[in-house]
């Protein structure tokens, strides 16, 4: 598509409970990226993939969280047993390619709430 | 981090135009200037970059000083829809792939 798209918009879990977010990345962009934004203002990068391969997992909490990319498949971040601090809005981003020069386009975002 | 500095909020009316500053005074010569804008809860939205040339498209112009340490972006005919966080972001060098976002500009429209 012409657009990245993050499903679901919004996401409601219990503490301890899965989340799973899930991103199709404009069709023909090779790179996808994960990120946080917990406060209004602050972002956090998690990770990132080229094809289906890790490309940057360097913001990626050790624990709890892991992502994949799978051919034909959307994109997906899973958080296990997750905690209150997850609660957030998750943005998922794609690119072309991965170079400096060549810009990250985000979907809306998937809204996570831990109650 | 790859840090740059941006006013926190700034005002301009409509249909004038909106200058917003970013200084990069560390930036290396191989990292662009990026500039992105969220507007309420959607997610960050492209808007311009560049290398060292001043550049211009369809929603804005970008100019970036000669020695590169800083750079002004200019949408020339500001709308109501326009009233978002604006973010200027170093990219490139070690850390090329992934965005680090600032605080950013608060950026009101006002009528």
């Known amino acids: 598509g012409e657009e990245v798209a993050q499903t679901p918009k919004h996401l409601v879990r219990g503490e301890g409970q899965k989340a799973k977010l899930y991103c199709a990345p404009i069709k023909g962009h090779s790179y996808v990226f994960w990120y946080q934004q917990v406060l209004k203002n602050e972002f956090k990068f998690l990770i990132s993939?080229?094809?289906?391969?890790?490309?940057?997992e360097t913001g990626m909490p050790k624990e709890r969280f892991s992502a994949k990319c799978l051919p034909n498949s959307p994109c997906s971040l899973e958080i296990q047993a997750t905690k209150l601090e997850d609660s957030a809005v998750y943005f998922c981003?794609?690119?072309?390619?991965?170079?400096?020069?060549?810009?990250?386009?985000f979907g809306d975002g998937t809204r996570l709430s831990i109650l | 981090d790859a840090k740059t500095t941006q006013p926190p909020s700034m005002d301009c009316a409509e249909g004038r135009a909106a200058n917003l500053p970013c200084n990069h005074s560390?930036?290396?010569?191989?990292?662009?200037v990026y500039w992105y804008r969220q507007i309420h809860s959607q997610g960050p939205q492209y808007i311009i970059h560049?290398?060292?040339n001043n550049e211009t498209n369809e929603m804005a112009s970008l100019i970036i000083t000669e020695d590169r340490k800083s750079s002004t972006l200019i949408l020339p005919h500001a709308t109501l829809r326009d009233t978002a966080v604006y973010y200027c972001i170093r990219r490139g060098g070690t850390s090329y792939g992934k965005l680090t976002f600032g605080q950013g500009t608060i950026l009101t429209v006002h009528p």
């Open positions: 560390t930036i290396s010569g191989n990292e662009y």
């Open positions: 560049g290398l060292k």
């Open positions: 993939f080229q094809n289906e391969n890790v490309f940057d």
């Open positions: 981003a794609s690119s072309f390619e991965g170079y400096s020069n060549q810009p990250q386009h």
